[in-house]
């Protein structure tokens, strides 16, 4: 029996045109013909180039700005439309006569500074999958007419979940892109569910460069992503940044409008599978505004980042062990980071083991003196004493795990303290059970 696939593969292409020059340093090169392309919406789909030399010599055209003493080449033009056309770092793979062919990450469209002021400015990102984003109405019916309408009683009264943010009102939502696709000998229009965040800037915030305003805004939302990737269980990126900028009215003039955009390409895995999300995102409301607030806030906060980024890691890994190595490395980071920073990882006081030291130094050049051994070996072992002021790491992990009262006794053979289990995890003899499977 044959099973139709329910959902077929469908593959978008975006690709954009226009010429430029290429630049890196002080060198530069024309070119007379660009074009970038990609799969719009596969998030491991990189940018790929071809740029066409606009000189007239065909030995080495692009030499100047791939000489192995330069800078990372990088393009700035215009589209075939005149709209400002960049990409700020080109990945040179090969050339071919007057072309030059290679990969990018980014692609940036639109003027990067405003010819003046604006009067409001709204951003919005796209993100790559995550169920933790939900529409902003839940339930919408379709009229005879063809209007799109909310029913009383049918749906929620719910705001966008709110995202705490230095620059305006930030929230989180799920929109929607249409495409227009070939079907057979007809067009259809598709619906593409598009996990956004976005804001309107506060009026401290606005800027006449939309480009500083968009790094501004990534660097904004970067510990929420890492939130929504370990509540999700799988990595969350954004893939595209747009800010919109209303410009101050001129006198009989209609409202001027100026879009800049950063296209991200190459990030995420499009074979992650959707995991079981540690939260329900129609119950999660305000919740994650208070969730983004105590993690700004909390002095775990660098430690707390980087551990999620390995825990997400670890679940998504495609092999035990590498999903054992990341989930290990997240233990030891946030350990390590709840112990710097109340200052638990360390023997003694620091003025006691200056003095210490001290007199180790004295000890072990009286021992190679009087082994007649190589006086180098001082400056060699002096530079490892600081290590021994350094708590190990199991006495450390268990006391972390005792006090967040986390279950740990289904993990090791029954009858083992809580320290002697976690000194056999780093060695030869781990018996951790990992699904469900016991082993040493």
């Known amino acids: 029996m044959t099973i139709t696939d329910q959902h077929p593969r469908l593959t978008i292409s975006e690709?954009?045109?226009?010429?430029?020059?290429?630049?890196?340093?002080?060198?530069?090169?024309?070119?007379?013909?660009?074009?970038?392309?990609?799969?719009?919406?596969?998030?491991?789909?990189?940018?790929?180039?071809?740029?066409?030399?606009?000189?007239?010599?065909?030995?080495?055209?692009?030499?100047?700005?791939?000489?192995?003493?330069?800078?990372?080449?990088s393009f700035c033009g215009e589209t075939e439309t005149g709209?400002?056309?960049?990409?700020?770092?080109?990945?040179?793979?090969?050339?071919?006569?007057?072309?030059m062919i290679g990969t990018a990450q980014e692609v940036w469209l639109g003027a990067e500074n405003l010819p003046r002021a604006p009067r409001k400015q709204v951003v919005v990102a796209d993100l790559t999958h995550t169920t933790l984003a939900v529409p902003e109405k839940s339930l919408l019916l379709k009229s005879y007419t063809g209007e799109i309408k909310a029913e009383d009683g049918l749906t929620r009264d719910d705001k966008p979940v709110a995202l705490p943010s230095a620059l305006g009102d930030l929230s989180l939502a799920l929109h929607y892109r249409y495409e227009e696709v070939a079907v057979g000998s007809s067009r259809s229009t598709i619906r593409i569910p598009t996990p956004t965040l976005s804001?309107?800037?506060?009026?401290?915030?606005?800027?006449?460069?939309?480009?500083?305003?968009?790094?501004?805004?990534?660097?904004?939302?970067?510990?929420?992503?890492?939130?929504?990737?370990f509540l999700s269980r799988q990595q969350v990126y954004w893939r595209r940044v747009q800010?919109?900028?209303?410009?101050?009215?001129?006198?009989?003039?209609?409202?001027?409008?100026?879009?800049?955009e950063q296209l991200r390409a190459g990030v995420g895995d499009d074979s992650e599978r959707d995991r079981e999300r540690l939260v329900n995102p129609y119950r999660l409301g305000n919740h994650l505004f208070s969730l983004v607030e105590h993690l700004n806030a909390s002095p775990y906060r660098e430690s707390l980042l980087l551990a999620m980024l390995y825990t997400v890691s670890a679940q998504n890994a495609r092999f035990v062990e590498t999903s054992l190595l990341h989930a290990f490395t997240a233990w030891e980071t946030i350990t390590n980071g709840v112990s710097?920073?109340?200052?638990?990882?360390?023997?003694?006081?620091?003025?006691?083991?200056?003095?210490?030291?001290?007199?180790?130094?004295?000890?072990?050049?009286?021992?190679?003196?009087?082994?007649?051994?190589?006086?180098?070996?001082?400056?060699?072992?002096?530079?490892?004493?600081?290590?021994?002021n350094r708590l190990s790491f199991a006495?450390?992990?268990?006391?972390?795990?005792?006090?967040?009262?986390?279950?740990?006794?289904?993990?090791?053979?029954?009858?083992?303290?809580?320290?002697?289990?976690?000194?056999?995890?780093?060695?030869?003899?781990?018996?951790?059970?990992?699904?469900?499977t016991s082993g040493t």
């Open 83 to 99: 709209q400002p056309f960049k990409v700020p770092q080109l990945v040179y793979q090969r050339t071919e006569a007057d072309r």
């Open 395 to 436: 006495p450390r992990a268990a006391e972390l795990l005792e006090r967040c009262k986390v279950p740990w006794e289904d993990l090791w053979l029954p009858g083992l303290d809580l320290l002697t289990c976690v000194r056999q995890v780093p060695g030869d003899g781990t018996t951790l059970c990992i699904e469900g």
């Open 199 to 229: 804001l309107i800037l506060n009026e401290d915030s606005l800027s006449t460069s939309p480009a500083n305003i968009a790094q501004g805004f990534v660097d904004e939302i970067d510990p929420i992503l890492r939130l929504l990737s």
């Open 15 to 73: 690709s954009i045109r226009g010429k430029g020059r290429v630049e890196s340093g002080e060198e530069s090169v024309d070119v007379r013909k660009a074009s970038v392309s990609r799969s719009k919406y596969d998030p491991s789909s990189r940018w790929t180039f071809e740029l066409t030399a606009g000189g007239d010599s065909l030995h080495d055209p692009f030499g100047p700005v791939l000489r192995p003493y330069t800078r990372a080449p």
């Open 243 to 260: 800010v919109t900028s209303e410009l101050d009215r001129q006198p009989d003039a209609a409202t001027e409008v100026e879009r800049f």
């Open 340 to 388: 710097s920073v109340e200052k638990k990882d360390k023997i003694l006081d620091g003025g006691i083991f200056a003095k210490l030291r001290a007199e180790l130094r004295v000890l072990i050049k009286s021992f190679v003196d009087r082994e007649n051994l190589r006086s180098e070996i001082v400056s060699d072992i002096d530079p490892k004493l600081g290590e021994l």
